[in-house]
């Protein structure tokens, strides 16, 4: 969850530091750190800049311009929380007890406490709270002036996840990344090298990047990167050609990425489908191929996610039951590991990770490949662990998500799950052609209506700023309506830290209506369905304890004129294609709350883009 930066070259390594911070600050942003090598004067031994700041990147940048160390090798960090307040002590770069070996760390060591006795019943002397600073402290205690030798045999003797970066003032030329459990890739450019933690932040100087694989370590110096295991065995290096470009990763005008990004939600659905759907409504994933009858074969389907994910999950499952007629379960991918299995070959697992790199998620992807189940990645990520290490993966081609809160690939993620719905329908007989041309006409319809619902952006801020002074909401849906509302409800707590809950129509009146008073408005998703014509009834339960109720409506529906608050209109259109919009208007009444709210909208506390710890 944190931002990793290194630099070797030719060229200075501070600023090349400090702005790709800036693009990683996304990753963690309660302390950051800079360690450059200083090129030594003449007849003075090479001595490193460690820089520091207990707040976000900027202050550590003002630090940096003000006393600008000079040299090609450094390594930079920024944080966020897991073992130790967000201060300056506890900040990366750590270092060891001779101040010669500087580490940067996402990830957590599990061993950590033990690791420490031992190395202080040795004499050496800890500063922080951190589980990160264990690692230089045990690079110590096995170097014997091999530095690469010294790090893979401390390695071996961490339990849990780590992506690193590091080097040592005695090897002025080497620059030294390992990952297990955590992303980390090296970027190959024209006499220089970085070791990012996201491609995000190298893009600007390289598009050529070395992916590092479980259990791996790169050593670069100034003739390449060489790859290793923990036992020395040469491994055979990674390379993947990035088609992101710089400003895909930048703001462009809007105030925020998160804005930013909501509006590149038409791009992302038509990335999502294109290439992958036929005018008659064949769906082929180019890298997830599986034959009709062995697709056919598959009895029951799990889809495994967090967050965001979780809720594209459950469109998922909504779909495949309704339209392909197999079972689907949609799993908090955390709590999957702690039961008893009851699935196996004839199973088909898709985990879904924005970065592919989600912890919890990837434990349940291994969880389901132990089992015999046929696994599939649904990733924005390409090379991401859990594209490697899946049977098959679907890509979202959304380009770099930047915002903490998931917007475009959200969206990406549910036209994915329904294609993969429509493939499984169709291998199945369950869907006629006549449903399939239907279906295609409301896909490809699909991203201009998202475009004309996201310059509607002004209707939807002054409904906002209306709503913005409560400290409560409820959100409630049925059916497909369901995850929109938990997500709505997700959206609107991550970003502007009001209270909100999502729940059922049905289960409304099983406890959550008790909450309800003049104080604590409801948001109704009452687009046309299946249940409309309960969810209007429920309006009419919500009305009668005075709740506030700014409801969804499908344009030309009046049912309920005279009753609801507010009323926010949509096209009428699939339901498949109203939950994506749905979504969106959603995601655009959160964000302007939050900023009528004064929140720092891509930066929420507490919150990371990538969860890669349990």
């Given at each position: 969850?944190?931002?990793?930066?290194?630099?070797l070259?030719?060229?200075?390594?501070?600023?090349?530091?400090?702005?790709?911070?800036?693009?990683?600050?996304y990753?963690?942003?309660?302390?950051?750190?800079?360690?450059?090598?200083?090129?030594?004067?003449?007849?003075?031994?090479?001595?490193?800049?460690?820089?520091?700041s207990?707040?976000?990147?900027?202050?550590?940048?003002?630090?940096?311009q003000?006393?600008?160390?000079?040299?090609?090798?450094?390594?930079?960090?920024?944080?966020?929380?897991?073992?130790?307040?967000?201060?300056?002590?506890?900040?990366?770069?750590?270092?060891?007890?001779?101040?010669?070996?500087?580490?940067?760390?996402?990830?957590?060591?599990?061993?950590?406490?033990?690791?420490?006795?031992?190395?202080q019943?040795?004499?050496?002397?800890?500063?922080?709270?951190?589980?990160?600073?264990?690692?230089?402290?045990?690079?110590?205690?096995?170097?014997?002036?091999?530095?690469?030798?010294?790090?893979?045999?401390?390695?071996?003797?961490?339990?849990?996840?780590?992506?690193?970066?590091?080097?040592?003032?005695?090897?002025?030329?080497?620059?030294?990344?390992?990952?297990?459990?955590?992303?980390?890739?090296?970027?190959?450019?024209?006499?220089?090298?970085?070791?990012?933690?996201?491609?995000?932040?190298?893009?600007?100087?390289?598009?050529?990047?070395?992916?590092?694989?479980?259990?791996?370590?790169?050593?670069?110096?100034?003739?390449?990167?060489?790859?290793?295991?923990?036992?020395?065995?040469?491994?055979?290096?990674?390379?993947?050609?990035?088609?992101?470009?710089?400003?895909?990763?930048?703001?462009?005008?809007?105030?925020?990425?998160?804005?930013?990004e909501?509006?590149?939600?038409?791009?992302?659905?038509?990335?999502?489908?294109?290439?992958?759907?036929?005018?008659?409504?064949?769906?082929?994933?180019r890298?997830?191929?599986?034959?009709?009858?062995?697709?056919?074969?598959?009895?029951e389907?799990?889809?495994?996610?967090?967050?965001?994910?979780?809720?594209?999950?459950?469109?998922?499952?909504?779909?495949?039951?309704?339209?392909?007629?197999?079972?689907?379960?949609?799993?908090?991918?955390?709590?999957?590991?702690?039961?008893?299995?009851t699935?196996?070959?004839?199973?088909?697992?898709?985990?879904?990770?924005?970065?592919?790199?989600?912890?919890?998620?990837?434990?349940?992807?291994?969880?389901?490949?132990?089992?015999?189940?046929?696994?599939?990645?649904?990733?924005?990520?390409?090379?991401?662990?859990?594209?490697?290490?899946?049977?098959?993966?679907?890509?979202?081609?959304?380009?770099?998500?930047?915002?903490?809160?998931?917007?475009?690939?959200?969206?990406?993620?549910?036209?994915?799950?329904?294609?993969?719905?429509?493939?499984?329908?169709?291998?199945?007989?369950?869907?006629?052609?006549?449903?399939?041309?239907?279906?295609?006409?409301?896909?490809?319809?699909?991203?201009?209506?998202?475009?004309?619902?996201?310059?509607?952006?002004?209707?939807?801020?002054?409904?906002?700023?209306?709503?913005?002074?409560?400290?409560?909401?409820?959100?409630?849906?049925?059916?497909?309506?369901?995850?929109?509302?938990?997500?709505?409800?997700?959206?609107?707590?991550?970003?502007?830290?009001?209270?909100?809950e999502?729940?059922?129509?049905?289960?409304?009146?099983?406890?959550?209506?008790a909450?309800?008073?003049?104080?604590?408005?409801?948001?109704?998703?009452?687009?046309?369905?299946?249940?409309?014509?309960?969810?209007?009834?429920?309006?009419?339960?919500?009305?009668?304890?005075?709740?506030?109720?700014?409801?969804?409506?499908?344009?030309?529906?009046?049912?309920?004129?005279?009753?609801?608050?507010?009323?926010?209109?949509?096209?009428?259109?699939?339901?498949?294609?109203?939950?994506v919009?749905?979504?969106?208007?959603?995601q655009?009444?959160?964000?302007?709350?939050?900023?009528?709210?004064?929140?720092?909208?891509?930066?929420?506390?507490?919150?990371?883009k990538?969860v890669?710890?349990?």
């Amino acid at each position: 969850m944190c931002g990793i930066i290194g630099y070797l070259g030719d060229r200075e390594a501070t600023p090349i530091l400090m702005e790709s911070l800036k693009r990683l600050e996304y990753r963690g942003y309660d302390s950051a750190g800079v360690a450059v090598l200083e090129l030594p004067k003449p007849g003075q031994a090479a001595h490193t800049s460690l820089t520091k700041s207990e707040a976000k990147v900027d202050l550590l940048i003002s630090k940096l311009q003000a006393d600008m160390p000079t040299g090609h090798l450094g390594i930079g960090h920024t944080r966020w929380a897991t073992h130790g307040k967000p201060t300056y002590i506890n900040a990366h770069p750590h270092t060891d007890c001779h101040g010669k070996i500087f580490v940067v760390h996402n990830g957590i060591i599990e061993n950590f406490a033990e690791l420490k006795a031992e190395l202080q019943a040795k004499g050496h002397e800890f500063t922080s709270e951190t589980d990160t600073e264990v690692v230089p402290h045990l690079i110590e205690a096995n170097y014997k002036g091999d530095f690469l030798s010294a790090v893979r045999a401390a390695l071996k003797r961490i339990r849990g996840a780590y992506a690193l970066a590091m080097f040592s003032t005695d090897d002025p030329e080497l620059l030294i990344g390992a990952r297990l459990n955590a992303p980390l890739v090296v970027g190959i450019g024209e006499k220089e090298f970085y070791i990012a933690s996201d491609i995000t932040a190298i893009i600007p100087y390289t598009k050529h990047v070395l992916v590092l694989g479980e259990g791996e370590v790169a050593a670069v110096t100034p003739l390449g990167a060489e790859v290793s295991t923990l036992d020395g065995i040469t491994v055979k290096p990674k390379f993947v050609q990035v088609d992101w470009d710089v400003s895909q990763a930048q703001k462009g005008g809007f105030e925020h990425f998160m804005l930013k990004e909501i509006h590149e939600t038409p791009e992302a659905v038509a990335n999502a489908m294109r290439g992958r759907l036929t005018d008659d409504g064949i769906v082929s994933f180019r890298e997830f191929e599986v034959d009709d009858e062995k697709l056919r074969g598959y009895e029951e389907v799990l889809l495994l996610g967090m967050g965001t994910s979780r809720h594209a999950a459950m469109v998922g499952e909504y779909l495949i039951e309704d339209w392909a007629g197999i079972p689907a379960r949609s799993l908090d991918a955390s709590e999957f590991r702690y039961r008893r299995p009851t699935f196996g070959p004839k199973t088909l697992a898709v985990v879904l990770t924005q970065s592919g790199e989600t912890a919890d998620t990837l434990v349940a992807l291994h969880g389901a490949k132990d089992r015999g189940a046929l696994t599939v990645a649904v990733t924005n990520v390409f090379a991401s662990s859990a594209a490697r290490d899946a049977d098959g993966a679907i890509y979202l081609h959304s380009g770099p998500e930047i915002s903490v809160a998931s917007t475009k690939t959200l969206a990406a993620h549910m036209v994915s799950l329904s294609l993969l719905a429509l493939r499984m329908a169709t291998v199945n007989g369950r869907v006629s052609l006549e449903r399939r041309h239907e279906l295609v006409a409301a896909f490809r319809a699909l991203p201009e209506q998202v475009r004309t619902l996201v310059e509607r952006e002004k209707e939807i801020a002054k409904i906002a700023g209306k709503y913005s002074k409560f400290k409560n909401f409820m959100y409630f849906g049925r059916g497909l309506s369901y995850p929109v509302a938990l997500e709505g409800a997700l959206k609107l707590k991550e970003i502007s830290y009001v209270h909100a809950e999502g729940t059922t129509g049905g289960e409304l009146k099983h406890g959550p209506i008790a909450l309800l008073n003049k104080e604590f408005p409801v948001v109704a998703i009452c687009t046309s369905s299946s249940t409309k014509d309960k969810m209007v009834s429920n309006v009419h339960e919500i009305v009668a304890r005075d709740a506030p109720v700014l409801a969804l409506v499908t344009q030309g529906d009046h049912s309920l004129d005279e009753i609801a608050t507010d009323m926010f209109t949509m096209p009428a259109v699939e339901e498949v294609s109203a939950v994506v919009l749905n979504t969106v208007m959603l995601q655009l009444f959160a964000y302007h709350v939050a900023v009528q709210l004064g929140q720092d909208v891509d930066q929420p506390r507490n919150l990371a883009k990538s969860v890669t710890v349990e």
